[in-house]
């Protein structure tokens, strides 16, 4: 039979019978439960106000519309990523934000289709009474 070393946090629960072959001991765990606040070695920044995000996009080149729409769209989420994991440089997330916004842009100026294109090759001159 294997000797099973118990840990101190281990209380033996001997309510169990114990069989003939060999005695079987249940262990019970206890849980502790501490009240140890776990410190993150990054601290969540997020801008004083509004007008602080705004001088920050004119000093990089862009519109206070795209400025406003930044800070509204963290604001609501509670300056979060993910819905979980805070923001700890909003410089950085506001950069990020800058470059989808430029590639977003280029995409939409790319799959424009032209006005006067007809991709479905139809007439303007429809018989809605024909059948099909």
Excluded at 40 to 50: A, D, H, I, L, V
Excluded at 57 to 73: H, L, P
Excluded at 79 to 100: E, F, Q, S, V
Aim: glycine share 2%; hydrophobic share 30%; net charge positive.
């Amino acid at each position: 039979m294997f000797k099973f070393d118990t840990h101190p946090d281990q209380k033996i629960d001997r309510t169990y019978p114990i069989s003939e072959q060999a005695p079987v001991q249940k262990l019970v765990f206890i849980i502790k439960h501490k009240s140890k606040h776990i410190i993150n070695s990054f601290k969540q920044t997020c801008p004083k106000n509004e007008q602080v995000v705004i001088a920050y996009f004119k000093s990089e080149k862009r519109s206070t519309i795209e400025a406003k729409k930044f800070f509204n769209f963290y604001e609501s989420i509670g300056w979060k990523l993910n819905g979980k994991n805070p923001i700890t440089d909003w410089k950085a997330c506001a950069r990020n934000w800058m470059i989808k916004a430029d590639e977003m842009k280029n995409y939409q100026r790319s799959s424009e289709p032209s006005q006067n294109r007809d991709n479905l090759r139809t007439s303007r001159n429809k018989n809605y009474g024909e059948p099909l």
